[in-house]
């Protein structure tokens, strides 16, 4: 038996906040938030106005990481309980969300400790004091509308993916006016990151015949949109928020693979942006996967209208067209193009590599890897060597 998820509501387009206004029932609202972008564009600002307008009384909690850590996830889980809401709004970008879906776990179990949460479909029942309301400001985690929450151990530099259906949000809100605000480097790497999951989940040994429309309309939309949104067109703004929705909802089913895999464990070493290492690892991955796959790929790649008479061409055509949409972003294709010095990589690649097998993400690859070959998909994504093992 396999199961399909999604939040319950789904309000999208311009103004989507002013839906918070149908939040009944509800006395006490927190909302978790980044840095200033969302104040500075007023958005925080209105959010705060419609709950109150809507009798409730609110309180903020600012200032949540990139890359949030598990300290950030207890200190707002204590704010919580110290207010103790019966609504959490989560509104920015994939940090702020994730760590307020951790939050919420030690919010209604303060007994549990990390490690009784972090492997995969180990949580407790949620929704005993508070529901979960996702406002997404960038354009690619999908957090919300996923069963998946990425939280930082700084302490061992790894991000532990942490995944249940029941941190999957009640409630998202996709208001097209926010990703206006982002800039194109940000829009760039969430982008991908987007695309990654739309490919990742059409290929994931969990796929069914639910999620894969969802994952082929969204690599479609996104091919369609990213350069002009990256150029800032506001029609392809509101496009890309859609459809990384869609590829949102299709990973959170299917799952992921061994792109996400390396690139939660590079991003914490190498620190370069989550998207910007998908980015850099996708080619390599499908060059790996295709092996298995190949043909699935071959599907992909006639969706987005790509040339080839076989399924080996046209998975070739596919990766040569990521890399060429990689150049139109400013995306390095490698890390030693990103940065990364030989005698970084080489002091750091095995573990990641172990680290990478034992991530919840490998699980779900169409292809079984081991710890040397994930080495040597990690070390062609370094030198920009085609995998051909």
Same mark, same amino acid.
């Given at each position: /038996?396999?199961?399909?998820?999604?939040?319950?509501?789904?309000?999208?387009?311009?103004?989507?906040?002013?839906?918070? =206004?149908?939040?009944?029932?509800?006395?006490?609202?927190?909302?978790?938030?980044?840095?200033?972008?969302?104040?500075?564009?007023?958005? @925080?600002?209105?959010?705060?106005?419609?709950?109150?307008?809507?009798? /409730?009384?609110?309180? @903020?909690?600012?200032?949540?990481?990139?890359?949030? +850590?598990?300290?950030?996830?207890?200190?707002?889980?204590?704010?919580?309980?110290?207010?103790?809401? $019966?609504?959490?709004?989560?509104?920015?970008?994939?940090?702020?969300?994730?760590?307020?879906?951790? /939050?919420?776990?030690?919010?209604?179990?303060?007994?549990?400790? #990390?490690? $009784?949460?972090?492997?995969?479909?180990?949580?407790?029942?949620?929704?005993?004091?508070?529901?979960?309301?996702?406002?997404?400001?960038?354009?690619? *985690?999908?957090?919300?509308?996923?069963?998946?929450?990425?939280?930082?151990?700084?302490?061992?530099?790894?991000?532990?993916?942490?995944?249940?259906?029941?941190?999957?949000?009640?409630?998202?809100?996709?208001? *097209?006016?926010?990703?206006?605000? /982002?800039?194109?480097?940000?829009?760039?790497?969430?982008?991908?990151?987007?695309?990654?999951?739309?490919?990742?989940?059409?290929?994931?040994?969990?796929? +069914?015949?639910?999620?894969?429309? %969802?994952?082929?309309?969204?690599? +479609?939309?996104?091919?369609?949109?990213?350069? $002009?949104?990256?150029?800032?067109?506001?029609?392809?703004?509101?496009?890309?928020?859609?459809?990384?929705?869609?590829?949102?909802?299709? #990973?959170?089913?299917?799952? @992921?693979?061994?792109?996400?895999?390396?690139?939660?464990? *590079? &991003?914490?070493?190498?620190?370069?942006?989550?998207?910007?290492?998908?980015?850099?690892?996708?080619?390599?991955?499908?060059?790996?996967?295709?092996?298995?796959?190949?043909?699935?790929?071959?599907?992909?790649?006639?969706?987005?209208?790509?040339? &080839?008479?076989?399924? =080996?061409?046209?998975?070739?055509? %596919?990766?040569?067209?990521?890399?060429?949409?990689?150049? =139109?972003?400013?995306?390095?294709?490698?890390?030693?193009?990103?940065?990364?010095?030989?005698?970084?990589?080489?002091?750091?690649?095995?573990?990641?590599?172990?680290?990478?097998?034992?991530?919840?993400?490998?699980? +779900?690859?169409?292809? @079984?890897?081991?710890?040397?070959?994930?080495?040597?998909?990690?070390?062609?994504?370094?030198?920009?060597?085609?995998? *051909? #093992?």
């Amino acid at each position: /038996m396999a199961r399909f998820t999604l939040p319950r509501d789904i309000y999208f387009g311009e103004h989507a906040i002013e839906e918070l =206004k149908n939040l009944k029932g509800h006395k006490k609202a927190m909302i978790i938030t980044g840095g200033s972008s969302m104040k500075r564009g007023g958005f @925080l600002q209105k959010t705060e106005q419609v709950l109150k307008d809507n009798g /409730m009384e609110v309180q @903020l909690f600012e200032g949540v990481e990139p890359d949030p +850590s598990i300290e950030t996830v207890f200190k707002g889980a204590e704010a919580m309980r110290a207010f103790n809401p $019966d609504v959490i709004v989560a509104i920015g970008g994939g940090s702020p969300i994730d760590a307020a879906k951790a /939050m919420w776990v030690f919010y209604e179990y303060p007994e549990k400790t #990390f490690d $009784d949460i972090k492997d995969p479909f180990t949580m407790p029942k949620l929704r005993q004091k508070a529901i979960f309301v996702a406002i997404p400001s960038t354009s690619g *985690t999908a957090s919300e509308v996923t069963a998946f929450s990425v939280i930082t151990d700084y302490s061992t530099d790894i991000k532990y993916p942490l995944a249940d259906f029941e941190i999957t949000p009640d409630i998202a809100i996709l208001d *097209t006016d926010i990703p206006l605000t /982002m800039p194109k480097k940000l829009t760039a790497h969430t982008g991908m990151d987007a695309l990654t999951h739309a490919i990742e989940a059409y290929v994931a040994t969990a796929r +069914s015949d639910f999620s894969d429309p %969802l994952a082929l309309k969204a690599i +479609s939309d996104i091919y369609d949109s990213l350069v $002009d949104s990256y150029n800032g067109d506001k029609d392809a703004r509101g496009k890309m928020h859609i459809a990384q929705c869609l590829a949102g909802m299709a #990973f959170s089913n299917a799952l @992921l693979g061994i792109a996400h895999s390396l690139a939660h464990k *590079t &991003g914490a070493v190498f620190h370069i942006p989550h998207g910007c290492c998908n980015a850099i690892l996708l080619p390599y991955v499908i060059q790996y996967n295709s092996r298995t796959c190949m043909d699935r790929y071959a599907d992909i790649a006639r969706a987005i209208g790509l040339p &080839g008479a076989t399924d =080996k061409q046209l998975t070739n055509a %596919l990766v040569d067209s990521i890399k060429e949409l990689n150049k =139109k972003l400013n995306i390095h294709q490698t890390y030693k193009e990103n940065g990364v010095t030989e005698e970084v990589f080489n002091a750091h690649a095995d573990a990641i590599a172990k680290n990478a097998v034992g991530d919840p993400c490998t699980a +779900s690859n169409p292809r @079984l890897i081991d710890v040397e070959n994930m080495k040597k998909v990690l070390t062609c994504a370094f030198t920009g060597e085609d995998v *051909t #093992f």
